[in-house]
């Protein structure tokens, strides 16, 4: 049997280990077995790593046996086997129950898995999966210098796709055969990288350190043109489009807009509205990012690009992450507009438009009429949810997309959207997280970016403070007595869990930026939820207090009728998920007690505090963990708390986070295609890149000369994730 890049794992592995591969890993073919690349590799005698273990992780370590002791168990028939490992530097306990395996002996060397737990204060494996390393192994893999340790699972170990890989590259020799270079040669002089083949030899089966870093490097430069190819064919794409000139007319919604604002507009907010106003105003379509912090006042700036819009005869649809913030932006448009918002309503204004609200959760017959008013152009306005990009729902003449939160949505969602369009519309992207460069070259490398660095004068600002609750019990009641303040002051308090509660395998809700442990996952007890904290809040620290929660399980009216009577200022304490997360705007809220603060990613957690800081009152901030301070959990909340500098958080985000998170389909976990690359480390290759993608697209073939790339772009674009290439 020929052997291909596309060959089914089943095939070359047998189906017992390939369904494993599969169920835990996601990997299906050899192309994705040589790119399941090591972790890191382990070296005999430095596996100083003992010392980073905390209870709780699940690792593979490669140590020594150095003594072996079984006695009797007191309660029990048989014998209990207490090993002690080390790495020279540290030990480390494995404990098993009537177990017996003479290989496992003072001297032997092995390779142990499991999950980290703690008895009597010392770290220690229970039944770790193991792997002896003896002198009879039938070949030379465990006495080479390198051991490559690979994400693994419970299922399929370190070990296993150690010799399924080895078996791939069949000891050594034909990969070439197997694999041919995608690279033009020309290309791969100019920046001094390995072949294909030697590259992916060297990742696995590595001699030396330098040859890792060769290889790496080479890797990487693979996913960074490919990502830029497809960027730079979007690009190039987008150039050609035609779209419709959205001209400013004076009389309409949007100096109707102006007029109604309660306040001024601040600079920053002035100079991007006439930045947008004047793309609006060709006929080349708009592609832009607005970045700015949370409360800069972006939603403002959105509006009036829409009024604008909808004076000149288009649609506009705003894209919102969650049904709160769709239902929260109706209405503050809806506020601002008065009867101009109400066409078609006793007391509206004829001369206006209607704005209309389409979420999944709509009863069928209210879908029915938003989607009539969208489809006959009534509703110059649409502010949705997700349903929005759904089949079915069509506009006369969509003019201007709007995705609120970007980072809360892949690339994929904004082309669903831009594709209802008669002809392509003008797109205007909102992020509150800030972007590094490289993200910008990379996520956003299609759009134009412009900057809210202003916020709004007038603001309180937040403190943040770390609870660490396992070392200072006390602080959490000092936490609930400064809360129980400032609502006696008449202010109200949010309270975040990581999880809703109450339902069996109930997952936590969004929680996307909790860092994995190393193996990739954690068997931590279950995170803190909504249902089970307000209540012991009820009848504890907050009794008397008026509370009520707010969860993604919930109706949309429950939701919507909770949102109200906590802005109406009813409802003292909000319990909820990351449902509040984004945009949620109760300026007279100024607590929030973040629980399990360590679930939550360093932007979600800017995002969620983001939620006190948006009257003339001073927010306090709150995050309530279990994780020691000086574990590096513990340290990332302490530089969450000590800065509000969205830009240093955003860089710190993305060293806890995976990279493919950042890029792909954010938190769907899927597989990105980016495996190597790192947005903070890579920026000078990911910058020779896409000089190098610009240049191979510059000619009239694409890629017709290049069919080795054309076949990487086109396999990247199958990864599941992105879908958007086909567009480009
Ligand atoms: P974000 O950029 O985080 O989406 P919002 O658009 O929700 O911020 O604005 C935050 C708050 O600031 C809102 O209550 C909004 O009405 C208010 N706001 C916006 N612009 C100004 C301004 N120029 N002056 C005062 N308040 C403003
Ligand atoms: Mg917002």
Redesign the pocket.
């Given at each position: 049997m020929a052997v291909t890049l596309e060959t089914p794992l089943a095939k070359v592995l047998g189906p017992k280990t390939a369904t494993g591969m599969a169920g835990s890993l996601g990997l299906h073919t050899v192309r994705h077995l040589l790119r399941h690349y090591p972790r890191r590799y382990a070296k005999r005698g430095e596996m100083a790593r003992l010392d980073d273990l905390q209870a709780g992780d699940r690792v593979t370590v490669l140590a020594q046996v150095k003594t072996v002791s079984s006695r009797p168990m007191r309660q029990r028939r048989g014998m209990i086997t207490e090993v002690t490992v080390g790495d020279g530097a540290s030990t480390m306990k494995l404990v098993f129950f009537s177990y017996r395996n003479a290989r496992l002996a003072p001297g032997v060397w092995g390779m142990f898995a499991g999950t980290v737990g703690s008895y009597q204060g010392k770290l220690q494996f229970t039944h770790p999966d193991m792997h002896l390393l003896s002198g009879d192994d039938d070949d030379d893999d465990w006495a080479r210098e390198l051991v490559p340790i690979y994400p693994a699972s419970k299922d399929v170990s370190s070990w296993v796709i150690q010799k399924s890989v080895k078996l791939l590259l069949g000891g050594s020799g034909n990969l070439g055969d197997l694999v041919t270079d995608p690279l033009p040669e020309e290309i791969r002089t100019r920046h001094g990288l390995l072949s294909l083949p030697a590259a992916l030899l060297d990742i696995h089966r590595p001699t030396t350190p330098e040859d890792v870093a060769r290889a790496q490097r080479r890797l990487k430069w693979d996913e960074a043109l490919t990502l830029q190819l497809t960027l730079a064919a979007r690009r190039r794409a987008a150039a050609l489009e035609p779209g419709t000139a959205r001209p400013r007319k004076p009389g309409g919604l949007l100096d109707a807009v102006d007029a109604a604002?309660?306040?001024?507009?601040?600079e920053g907010?002035q100079e991007v509205g006439e930045e947008l106003a004047a793309e609006l105003d060709r006929d080349q379509p708009m592609h832009r990012l607005l970045q700015?912090?949370?409360?800069?006042?972006?939603?403002?700036?959105?509006l009036r690009a829409m009024a604008q819009v909808v004076d000149a005869g288009g649609q506009a649809a705003l894209l919102a992450p969650t049904e709160v913030l769709a239902a929260q932006h109706v209405r503050?448009i809806r506020a601002l507009l008065g009867p101009l918002g109400r066409s078609g309503e006793l007391d509206g204004d004829p001369a206006g438009t209607r704005v209309t609200l389409l979420t999944g959760s709509l009863k069928a017959a209210a879908r029915r009429e938003a989607r009539a008013e969208v489809a006959e152009g009534r509703a110059g306005i649409v502010v949705g949810t997700h349903a929005l990009l759904q089949e079915g729902v069509d506009f006369a003449d969509l003019g201007l997309v709007v995705v609120?939160?970007q980072h809360r949505f892949g690339v994929e969602q904004r082309d669903a959207l831009r594709a209802k369009g008669n002809r392509p519309p003008h797109v205007l992207v909102?992020t509150?997280t800030p972007i590094p460069r490289t993200v910008a070259m990379t996520v956003y490398g299609d759009l134009e970016v412009s900057t809210?660095r202003q916020l709004?004068?007038?603001r309180g600002g937040v403190s943040s403070s770390v609870v660490p609750v396992t070392e200072k019990p006390g602080w959490l009641d000092r936490a609930w007595e400064r809360l129980r303040e400032e609502v006696a002051a008449g202010r109200q308090a949010y309270v975040v869990c990581p999880r809703i509660g109450d339902v069996p395998g109930d997952e936590p809700e969004d929680a996307d930026g909790a860092p994995p442990d190393e193996d990739g996952r954690s068997d931590r007890r279950p995170p803190l939820a909504v249902l089970d904290v307000a209540e012991a809040l009820r009848s504890g620290p907050l009794a008397g207090l008026r509370l009520d929660v707010l969860h993604g399980r919930m109706t949309p009216e429950e939701k919507d009728g909770v949102m109200r009577a906590f802005a109406a200022g009813e409802t003292q304490v909000l319990v909820a998920t990351t449902v509040v997360e984004v945009?949620v705007?109760v300026?007279n809220a100024t607590v929030m007690v973040v629980m399990d603060a360590d679930r939550f990613g360093v932007s979600q957690l800017h995002q969620l505090r983001?939620r006190v800081a948006?009257g003339a009152h001073a927010g306090l901030c709150l995050l309530v963990t279990e994780a020691p301070s000086a574990s590096p959990t513990g340290e990332r909340l302490a530089s969450v708390a000590g800065t509000s500098d969205g830009f240093e958080l955003a860089r710190l985000d993305l060293e806890t986070r995976r990279e493919g998170d950042v890029l792909g389909a954010a938190q769907s976990g899927k597989r990105s295609g980016i495996r190597m690359l790192s947005l903070l480390e890579d920026e000078d290759l990911i910058a020779e890149a896409r000089t190098e993608a610009a240049a191979l697209l510059a000619g009239d073939r694409g890629l017709a000369d290049h069919p080795g790339l054309a076949a990487e772009v086109a396999a990247l674009a199958s990864d599941d994730r992105a879908e958007w290439l086909e567009k480009a």
């Open positions: 604002l309660p306040f001024a507009l601040t907010q700015g912090e949370v409360g800069s006042g972006k939603t403002v700036v959105a503050g609120d939160e909102m509150a809210l709004p004068s007038g945009g705007d300026p983001g948006r």
